[in-house]
């Protein structure tokens, strides 16, 4: 799939542009139905079929995609919310529609085999009211959603009300955030995008600021034969005393997606002991940060993995930041920042959890209640955190959002339920530092290390622990150079 996304406002721009460049409405409009009837028609056996047509375009699209099951010898009906206006392309489609009208209500939509969602598209800006609601929820059998589910928002897949269950989506041109983000993406589910005449060069004046996340976007550093291991980057990672595993977890991300050279800064001797009991590759030293800042070479640091959120890891992480360099924020590091996110201004990434962000960009205390509402529109909660701390923000999650502070986003959607387990973000951390480190720009090493930690983890399957991801690494590195 292309991986442009638009929003609503976005995709009606698109579509604006087209016409006043002679492509006809009612054309689109007939190509969208099209692709909905073909879908339909590949998908499902021929059955009592309704349409359930609102009076937008997107109702239009029901009609046309009606007619044409019709003529293919499907049993269809169509039920409208409310006529289309007159004179719209959606009136002309109503009008070539000769076949069954029925009444829209519950009773209907529970008769029949199969059901066609064509009330209300992505731009939906209000919560479905109770009577559409009710004939929605009467439904018992597969729907096919024209665009998104009816109640779907598809700027920030939040459900507006109430939205159903679809088993496949037909949207066109471009995916929208809500296809991606959840819960629309489960809502939708299968999502088939469709072209319909659109011409890609009406992209430039869409501008979108929005993409799906995968190795199109970026392009992973490749070692050439001048290579060496200065040249790959030197990670320093400052290690705590009491969670070592995160440290080691981290480190050993780091070694697998490239880094030169990686180092842990042990607390203590007991923990440079235990350190030095993981990857002999590692190098483990007790030296202080303040130390080992002369060496030019160490531009790279991690701050967070297994770290206590106090005021000593604040300190240090300012100290490195004016220091100038690249620095990930995690975990211990973020949560040392918890209501004072003017503490992160300066660092590269940061790479909280919906927790984590709440504790950071929340007011203090406000927990969970916040964090729900902080990402009730995941895109402009992370937006809004990269424009206040000039850093680039990876809000963690099954829909990860990845976002530099000039408002660009990505939406990261490979992530396998397994990668919910403990210390999958340490591994995280890593990666991201040492594409940092090869020389990839900050949003560019967030968006790849989410898309390589999404496909080390589908190839493993059930089962996953955050070591296995470790060595999995190399074979979704191999994945993106081929990609």
Known sequence: M??????????????????????????????????????????????????????????????????????MGWPVAVAALAPPRPGTDAAEAAARWRGPMLDFTPAEAGRAGLVLDAVFGAGLSRDLDGSVAAVLRAVRVPILAVDVPSGLDGATGQVRGFAPQAALTVTFFRLKPGHLLLPGRSLCGETQLAPIGLPDSVLPRVAPRAWRNGPGLWRLPRPGAESHKYRRGHVSILGGAAMTGATRLAAGAAHRVGAGLVTILAPDAASAAIYRGGDPGTIVTLERPEALLADPRRQVWLLGPGLPPDSATRATLRRLIEAGRQVVVDAGALMACAGVPEALRG????????????????????????????????????????????????????????????????????????????????????????????????????????????????????????????TLLPEAVAAAYLA
């Open 2 to 71: 292309p991986p442009e996304l638009l929003t609503p406002e976005e995709m009606a721009r698109a579509d604006a542009a087209a016409i006043a460049g002679g492509i006809p409405g009612l054309a689109l409009m007939e190509a969208a139905g099209r692709a909905v009837a073909r879908a339909a028609r590949r998908r499902f056996r021929p059955c009592r079929t309704l349409v359930l047509a609102g009076p937008g375009n997107n109702g239009g699209d029901g009609y046309v995609a009606a007619r044409l099951l019709e003529a």
């Open 347 to 470: 660092a590269a990434i940061l790479t909280p959890h919906a927790g984590e962000f709440a504790a950071v960009f929340g007011p203090p205390g406000a927990d969970r209640a916040v964090a729900d509402r902080l990402t009730s529109d995941r895109l402009a909660a992370t937006r809004a955190a990269a424009a206040l701390t000039g850093a680039v923000v990876l809000l963690k999650g099954a829909d990860t959002v990845i976002a530099a502070p000039d408002g660009r986003v990505v939406i990261n959607d490979n992530a396998p339920p397994t990668l919910a387990t403990g210390g999958t973000g340490d591994v995280l951390a890593g990666s991201i530092a040492a594409l940092l480190g090869q020389g990839l720009p900050p949003f560019a090493a967030a968006a790849a290390a989410a898309w390589l930690q999404g496909e080390a983890a589908r190839r493993h399957g059930p089962g996953l622990v955050a070591a296995d991801l470790i």
